[in-house]
Structures are given as C-alpha cells and as structure tokens.
C-alpha cells in the first residue's frame, strides 16, 4: 500500500496495517484509502509527510534541520506524539534569536503552547538582537505591538525598543504610518530622559512626518516629559502608568551572590555566585578580594558593590566593587569606618 500526499506529488510506498495501528487519524485514513490502495493525507507536504513515515519505520527523526517545522506539523496533523515530541525537542535545541520569530509563529500556528512560550520568552530576553533581524521587520502590526508592549520585555534602555518601532514603520512606511502612534503608545516613553524625549523621540523623523500636528501624540509626549520632570522623590509615590511602569525584564536577567559564609560553616567567604534567569544555572564568578559576611551589597552603574562586614577577625570599612563584564572585582574608595550587618542601595539610579 502507498501514502499519497495530496496536491504535493508525493507518493510513499507504506504498509497499510502498520499505518492504522499508530494512530486513530491515521487508522482512519487507512480506512478511507482508494481502489488502489492509495492513503490521501490533507494539508501536509511532502517533505513533512516522508520524515513521518520514516519515523514510523524506524523511529528516529533524521531530517534536514530546515524541514523540522514541516515535519512537526505532520505530526500534529496525523496525531503522532512521539513524533511531535521528538521534533520539538530538535527544535528547541535550535532555538536562537535568529529562528525565535519564525518558531514563535510556528508554535502559534499548530498550536503547540510549548514552542510558541519558549520562542516567545527568548524574544523578549534578547529583544535586542532579534528586533535587528528581517523576520521582526515583515511581522503584522499586533504582534509587533504585543513584543514592544511586554512587562517581560529586556531591555537595556526604552531607546531599544523605539529604534524597533521606527525601523519597523520604516520599512513599510507608507503602509504603516497609521500604526506609529499606537506603537509609540508601547514604548515607556517616561522612563526616558528629557533629552532622549527631546532629541530622539519628538524629533525623529517619521516623528516629525506623521505626528507633529496630532493631538493625542502631543499628549502623550507631553504626559512623558512631565513625568519625566518630576523630582525623583515625589515621581517615586505617582501612580504607574502604561508609559511609566517599568518592564519586569529591565529589572535583570542575572542574580548574584556575593560572599557570606557556607552552611553551618562560621567562616567568611569570598566566593560569589551568579544565576542565569535565562536558563536558571548557577555559574561561579571571580572571587572577592577579601573574604567578607554580614556585609551590605548593591548594584549601581552596571556594577556591584560589597561593602564593610566581617572578615572572621574584625569589621571592615573597605569597599569592592565587580564588573560582569569582565569577570573582575577591584578596590573602590573604602567607608568612613567599619561597619557590618547593614542595609546598603542604590539612591537615585
């Protein structure tokens, strides 16, 4: 017996017996086949239909990593579990932020809520990188605005995601025009600084084209300016906003641990330890230059400070400070006088 793909010229010669006694759809199929034995699958090709039946066969998914998508879809169509798990798991491994737009649309389409979340949250972790691709700029109007207005989204600055929203009006400017203000409406625009808002934002070009005279766009960069003029104590109790709330994502990717002592070890330690919320390992970092506990910690400018505590024999006044960046921990100008147990943050970052 054969398994015909229909409108794709495919013909796959197949034992009908072992076809029926994989799954219920394709069970039917099989009891639907032609005069001469011929089983028609709708709505899958080619090469999607012969890595199925190869599966089948002998139960490995040896395909062409481009033609993963085709055969997930036959499986989702002829109901094989085994193979649609084992095509995503090939998929996942592949999964980066030059595929992650494609996948996420592959994941929605299926569905498949496993592919689509973990396309989806590799989006919004490297926004960055995947907003430069070609795939970002030929997405539909919603799903651009469902990324650029994501809570989850990480970001170093909102002037991330305006440069995403102007190069994607750009691209197909005067198609998309009509969409600049409501994509607008999904950058935090008062988390910017006056002068981002002033130099970058009102005076951009497609800015200055399309939205100079319109009266909700100046209400809003108004209502941004505002806020942004607000001295940091009273802006600290105003209620957050759509443009003022500030995205989970910017709030870090990575957790450090820096010094303390082991267990029921009463000893300080100088090792420091760094969580990758990405895919939640732990990754030992540089050490401290002295080993410290009871000590305050802080994060300010992309670095991280240690401050004080007590090293097993005294309190200290001194300071370091770690850049990630460099893997590197170096002597910052030392306290007044020593100190431990104590609160330490960052003001007016």
């Known amino acids: 017996a054969g398994v015909g793909g229909v409108g794709v010229g495919a013909h796959i010669p197949a034992h009908k017996a072992l076809l029926a006694a994989v799954s219920p759809e394709l069970e039917a199929l ?132 305006l440069e995403a929203v102007l190069s994607w009006v750009a691209h197909e400017e005067h198609g998309r025009k009509g969409q600049l203000l409501r994509l607008l409406g999904c950058v935090r625009l008062g988390l910017m600084t006056a002068e981002t808002l002033s130099t970058q934002v009102a005076a951009a070009p497609l800015v200055q084209a399309h939205l100079s005279r319109d009266a909700s766009w100046q209400s809003m960069i108004n209502a941004a300016l505002a806020h942004v003029g607000t001295p940091p104590a009273q802006r600290a109790s105003l209620p957050e906003g759509p443009q003022t709330r500030p995205r989970l994502g910017s709030r870090g990717r990575y957790v450090f641990l820096v010094g303390g002592r082991r267990g029921s070890n009463p000893r300080a330690t100088g090792k420091s330890w760094m969580l990758d919320k990405l895919n939640y390992d732990w990754y030992e970092v540089d050490s401290l230059l002295h080993p410290r506990k009871q000590h305050g910690a802080a994060e300010l400018g992309g670095w991280i400070y240690a401050a004080g505590g007590w090293d097993g024999e005294q309190y200290l006044r001194s300071v370091e400070r770690f850049t990630p960046l460099e893997d590197r921990w170096e002597r910052a100008p030392p306290m007044a006088a020593p100190r431990g147990s104590f609160g330490m943050a960052p003001f007016g970052a």
């Open 30 to 161: 099989v009891a639907g086949a032609d005069k001469k034995g011929i089983v028609r699958v709708e709505g899958v090709d080619a090469k999607g239909l012969q890595g199925a039946v190869a599966f089948i066969y002998n139960g490995t998914v040896d395909v062409p990593r481009a033609d993963l998508p085709s055969v997930l879809r036959a499986s989702d169509a002829l109901k094989l579990r085994p193979l649609k798990d084992a095509c995503l798991d090939s998929i996942l491994a592949a999964l980066g932020a030059s595929n992650a737009l494609r996948l996420r649309g592959l994941g929605a389409s299926l569905p498949s809520a496993e592919l689509r979340d973990a396309a989806h949250c590799l989006c919004v972790e490297e926004f960055g990188l995947v907003a430069k691709g070609a795939d970002f700029l030929e997405l539909p109007a919603d799903e651009v605005a469902e990324l650029c207005g994501s809570d989850d989204l990480r970001v170093h600055s909102e002037a991330d995601v």
